[in-house]
T-cell receptor, first 108, second 113 residues
Framework: KNEVEQSPQNLTAQEGEFITINCSYS?????LHWLQQHPGGGIVSLFM???GKKKHGRLIATINIQEKHSSLHITASHPRDSAVYIC??????????FGQGTRLTINP | SAVISQKPSRDICQRGTSLTIQCQVD?????MFWYRQQPGQSLTLIAT?????????ESGFVIDKFPISRPNLTFSTLTVSNMSPEDSSIYLC??????????FGPGTRLTVT
């Protein structure tokens, strides 16, 4: 079993829809990242979470340490949100543990 | 935060040759990481490069194949040696300026023919 599982693996939605991507993990962590990777390969760090909830623009990330679960929400989705979203776990000081990611496609 | 640049952004190389990828950061950082992302896969850590010490390689990666230099706190290079088509990947460097923080470069897309 992978230490981090994301769902869904692929998600296609229409512009404007509310999007939720889930991340479940099975190991102890100090925190968790949400990353966005565009087709060209570049990666943008969206959030780092160790507890609670963070919001930036149309993006909201939550984490429940007891339940070992995090979610990324996108409100009023737009085609430019199309990307792969990844939630690597932070173990120890800096070691990241990656899952497979969620490929999001937003159609106009 | 940290701004990272990588060179080259992409390259097409012949089997058996070597390519050196450069990673430049706009601030001094102790910890720098090199990742590989094979087609359709997630990122895999190759090695951790700290200035002033030898790089620490993850299981499955060796120094002869992926030599790394870290001459100062803002720069590192990764060489992919004696390339084969299986080395075709995106190679990314990242830095960790603070606990839990990590920022990624734009990546180098390598195709080996």
């Amino acid at each position: 079993k992978n230490e981090v599982e994301q769902s869904p693996q692929n998600l296609t939605a229409q512009e404007g829809e509310f999007i939720t991507i889930n991340c479940s993990y099975s190991v102890g962590i100090s925190a968790l990242h949400w990353l966005q990777q565009h087709p060209g390969g570049g990666i943008v760090s969206l959030f780092m979470l160790s507890s609670g909830k963070k919001k930036h623009g149309r993006l909201i990330a939550t984490i429940n340490i007891q339940e070992k679960h995090s979610s990324l929400h996108i409100t009023a989705s737009h085609p430019r949100d199309s990307a792969v979203y990844i939630c690597p776990l932070i173990q120890g000081a800096q070691k990241l543990v990656f899952g497979q990611g969620t490929r999001l496609t937003i159609n106009p | 935060s940290a701004v990272i640049s990588q060179k080259p952004s992409r390259d097409i190389c012949q089997r058996g040759t070597s390519l050196t990828i450069q990673c430049q950061v706009d601030s001094q950082v102790t910890m720098m990481f090199w990742y590989r992302q094979q087609p359709g896969q997630s990122l895999t850590l190759i090695a951790t490069a700290n200035q002033g010490s030898e790089a620490t390689y993850e299981s499955g990666f060796v120094i002869d194949k992926f030599p790394i230099s870290r001459p100062n706190l803002t720069f590192s290079t990764l060489t992919v040696s004696n390339m084969s088509p299986e080395d075709s990947s995106i190679y990314l460097c990242s830095v960790a300026p603070g606990v839990g923080e990590q920022y990624f470069g734009p990546g180098t897309r390598l195709t080996v023919t």
